[in-house]
């Protein structure tokens, strides 16, 4: 175990004392698009609940604009909420 602890270390020191290259200003840009891209699929999500109901469950002849369903909605968001973690890890093994 504490050969581990110690090649950690190195790998630690070797990041530290490397030269800035291209490579690390585009993970840089990688990592900052990825997390641009999430927030703004968790931001929109509301948006998209509310014009689902508008166009699938409105009602010809009511003044009112359609929604959905509490449990739709509930299902259109948990799905959102699922993606993102499922795609997070996945793409975090990947870049791993």
């Known amino acids: ?3 581990i ?3 950690s270390k190195d790998v630690l020191n070797a990041l530290d004392i490397a ?3 291209w490579y690390h200003f585009t993970a840089v840009v990688i990592a900052g698009m ?3 891209t ?3 699929d968790l931001f929109c999500i509301s948006l998209v609940t509310k014009l689902l109901g508008r166009i699938y469950y409105h009602v010809d ?3 009112k604009p359609g929604s959905l369903p509490p449990n739709i909605s509930a299902a259109v968001n948990g ?3 699922f993606g993102t973690l499922a795609g997070q890890l996945f793409f975090g093994w990947l870049g791993d």
Do not use: E, R
């Open 38 to 40: 999430d927030a703004y």
């Open 1 to 3: 175990m504490a050969n």
């Open 79 to 81: 799905v959102a909420l």
């Open 61 to 63: 002849g009511s003044p």
């Open 5 to 7: 602890g110690k090649k």
């Open 19 to 21: 030269k800035t290259q």
């Open 34 to 36: 990825g997390i641009f």
